[in-house]
């Protein structure tokens, strides 16, 4: 029973262990002290960072709360490459269930299975439960490994249990996937600087985008005119799992008829695809998803017989603006849901005033096959493709397995189906193995029975981009966006590759608009990454700040702030954050650490060290302070320097020194440690290296985040300034940067950054 002492609260439990403490402890009691003491400040840092509650040490164990599985996984995540870095061995459990609060302990079912995954992990490991591996196997960055069923100490039921990575781990599946005789590739991983080019399933009619989430918040102070999503369609068959394929196939056939319109955006099913069974009113689903319009649905099949009704709704007032019964028999030709599919995409642009052009109309109605069970075939391997998009491997493969079997089956019937041979094609690129040569055959083959299918030019741009050919993806999505101008998710590829690829700036502002109407949230973060480097700084400052007027404001205060940074514009983003703590009502505490650290770094640049340091004890106190390896780390150098503690200024210079060391050891090509080192040398007054970080910077041409301002306005640099060699890189750097900025002004003048 409860009493009036007990709480009973749901959460992310991790419960974390020190291997071989005890035997330490008998050897080196000193060691042991100062391992406990590393531990509990790794700790208390990253729990504080991923929002989380330190609830009690249990000898050299921590157990911990997170209001999320995913914020629990990847403060595990980090917490372990931290203590790596220590050489401290541990491991880690990781389990959502009910905590019980009694008389100052806490117990209960979830704390007991967090232990006792962590009792069963191998060391320098982390172990989930099936619960926590539902919440986060689709999170980017997060890979699980199923170790199988495993019977905990004092649990009733076995409980199914995960290793988490940051790396994916391929397992070793039977694949049987057939390839013609065509050289075999195997792709190049891409790595982006700014913006990570994540790769993720690309699916014909629901291409490349990720689930919403917390981080952008809402986006409806910046959502496009005429927007709109389909919400997953309401299956009333009497056997419903068995026509699922039915509902999704037209579904997916209604927003490939819809991405033509070129005057409407339209968002991808994977987008809309939380919102299937939702809660949520309306109003509530239009506002996460940034759209002003929803069109839902419902579709009922029995025998042959078909009945679906479709509706458009304006999200704001909840009124219909049009609605539509559809009745049919599915026979032998398939034609029959082909014209619904296009009325429907007709109407829909009717009633929003939508003007349609002589080719939208004639690419609308398509004819892919006049054979319903090839149709039936490829929708339910359509189907398959859509479940593997959402897991990991194996059972990934497993259903892409299954999805080649409908497909060939689709085209035994159909030699000539454009959209299975596309559809096998991408199974080819989503293979354990990657044959993305595969891939681009198959695509050639649909594109030569049907030169205007989009998709096809979609999953082979994308082939050719993890093959590292970008010419030719570009040349791919360029003729998607004839073919279908709003294909979800298309101009953020292509200002990619212009960005981060070939570097062609002024090419890739020429698709921002566009960018912004597909992705608003990204799109403005990676304007203003963009307009950063280049060092136009009152463009970058528009784009971070319209991120810091949504609900969602962290990742735009903080590169705001890093903008007015580079510039040396410390005391009016002191004045921004002062603007900002007042207005936010109601301040979470991974924001209220953002501002603290904020306030804190632009305190030490105007060398107002007594509030600096001021700043810096409310994030110890609230946070426990920044780790050794954050961007700002030296600054602490710098600060404690300048208060005359030298002694903690050495610790922690040494505590920089040995992660950057432990960071270039372990990923050489990386340039995070490069970028870091330019500072930390210029702070010691070693010249000659601090300029040689800062050459090999420009040589390999990432001179990125306004560094070539930021090195002549900020105090960390000063025992570089008037060096003549330093002088004459700063000079480099900068005519490199308005050479940019006069060819996208000449561009703007004649109106090319319009397309």
Not at 239 to 264: R, T, V, Y
Not at 594 to 615: C, P
Not at 636 to 665: C, F, H, P, Q, W
Request: charged letters at 25%; glycine letters at 6%; aromatic letters at 10%.
């Amino acid at each position: 029973m409860k009493t009036a002492m007990q709480e009973r609260r749901l959460a992310a439990i991790m419960f974390t262990d020190i291997v071989g403490y005890t035997a330490l402890m008998g050897k080196d009691e000193v060691r042991a002290f100062e391992v406990l003491q590393k531990n509990r400040e790794i700790h208390t840092i990253l729990i504080e960072k991923h929002h989380g509650k330190l609830i009690k040490e249990i000898g050299d164990g921590i157990l911990v709360s997170f209001n999320s599985s995913s914020d629990a996984v990847r403060c595990a995540l980090e917490i372990q490459t931290e203590s790596k870095i220590e050489n401290i061995s541990l491991k880690i459990g990781i389990h959502e269930g009910e905590m019980v609060f009694e008389g100052g302990d806490v117990h209960g079912d979830g704390v007991n299975i967090a232990s006792r995954l962590q009792d069963i992990t191998e060391t320098g490991a982390i172990t989930i439960s099936d619960v926590v591996f539902r919440n986060v196997k689709n999170k980017p960055g997060i890979y699980t490994t199923y170790i199988g069923e495993k019977s905990l100490k004092n649990v009733d039921e076995p409980i199914k249990a995960f290793r988490v990575t940051d790396v994916e781990i391929i397992e070793e599946i039977k694949p049987p996937l057939e390839k013609p005789k065509v050289r075999k590739i195997i792709p190049y991983l891409l790595l982006g600087g700014i913006i990570t080019i994540i790769v993720a399933a690309i699916f014909i009619w629901n291409i490349l985008s990720e689930k919403p989430s917390d981080r952008k918040g809402s986006q409806a102070s910046i959502i496009p005119d005429i927007s709109l999503a389909v919400i997953p369609f309401r299956n009333d068959s009497p056997n419903p799992e068995n026509e699922e394929w039915f509902c999704n196939g037209m579904l997916e056939d209604i927003l490939n008829g819809l991405w033509k319109i070129g005057d409407l955006k339209v968002l991808s099913r994977t987008d809309v695809e939380p919102y299937r069974d939702t809660t949520l009113t309306r109003a509530e689903i239009a506002r996460a998803l940034g759209v002003s319009y929803l069109i839902e649905g419902s579709v009922r099949k029995y025998g042959n017989r078909f009945r679906m009704t479709v509706q458009l709704i304006d999200a704001e007032n909840g009124f219909h603006l049009w609605s539509s019964p559809y009745e049919g028999e599915l026979v032998d030709d398939p034609v029959q849901i082909f014209q619904i599919q296009s009325n429907i995409a007709e109407e829909v642009a009717s009633a929003l005033n939508i003007i349609l052009t002589p080719n939208e109309e004639q690419r609308l109605f398509n004819i892919s096959t006049t054979n319903l069970k090839a149709y039936e075939l490829w929708a339910r391997g359509r189907q398959e493709m859509s479940i593997a998009y959402w897991i990991k491997p194996p059972e990934k493969y497993h259903r892409t397995n299954l999805a080649l079997d409908l497909f060939n089956e689709a085209l035994a019937l159909d030699p000539e189906y454009p959209e299975a041979l596309a559809a096998k094609g991408e199974v080819f690129s989503h293979s354990r193995e990657r044959f993305y040569d595969s891939t681009i055959y198959y695509c050639n083959r649909a594109m030569e029975l049907n030169p205007e299918f989009s998709g096809a030019y979609w999953i082979r741009g994308f082939a050719y981009e993890m093959m590292q050919e970008f010419d030719l993806a570009l040349k791919d999505y360029l003729k998607v966006t004839e073919l279908a101008p709003n294909s979800p998710k298309i101009y953020i590829r292509i200002f990619n590759i212009y960005f981060e690829q070939k570097k062609d700036y002024p090419k890739a502002l020429t698709y921002i608009d566009k960018y912004i109407e597909e992705e608003p949230w990204d799109a403005h973060i990676d304007a203003g990454h963009l307009y950063m480097h280049i060092g136009e700084y009152e463009k970058a400052e528009y784009h971070f700040f319209k991120i810091t007027q949504t609900e969602g404001p962290y990742f735009g205060i903080h590169y705001y702030c890093i903008t007015l940074g580079a510039q040396g514009k410390h005391q009016v983003a002191l004045n921004f954050l002062d603007s900002i703590s007042g207005s936010l009502s109601d301040i979470g505490e991974g924001l209220k650490n953002l501002l603290y650290h904020k306030k804190w770094v632009h305190a030490t640049l105007l060398k107002e060290f007594e509030l600096a340091d001021h700043y810096y004890s409310l994030l110890v106190d609230s946070a426990g302070g920044i780790g050794w390896m954050n961007w700002d780390s030296i600054k602490l150098v710098y600060m404690y320097r300048n208060l005359g503690r030298d002694s903690l200024a050495e610790i922690t210079l040494d505590k920089i020194r040995r992660s950057l060391e432990y960071k270039l050891k372990t990923d050489p090509d990386g340039h995070y440690p490069l970028i870091m080192m330019p500072s930390i040398y210029a702070l010691l007054g070693d010249k000659k290296k601090a300029i040689s970080y800062l050459s090999e910077l420009v040589e390999q041409d990432y001179v990125v985040g306004g560094i070539q301002d930021e090195v002549k306005n900020s105090p960390l640099y000063e025992n570089l300034w008037g060096d003549p060699e330093f002088e004459g890189l700063v000079k480099r750097m900068q005519e490199d940067k308005a050479a940019i900025r006069a060819q996208i002004r000449e561009m703007e003048e004649r109106d090319e950054l319009e397309l």
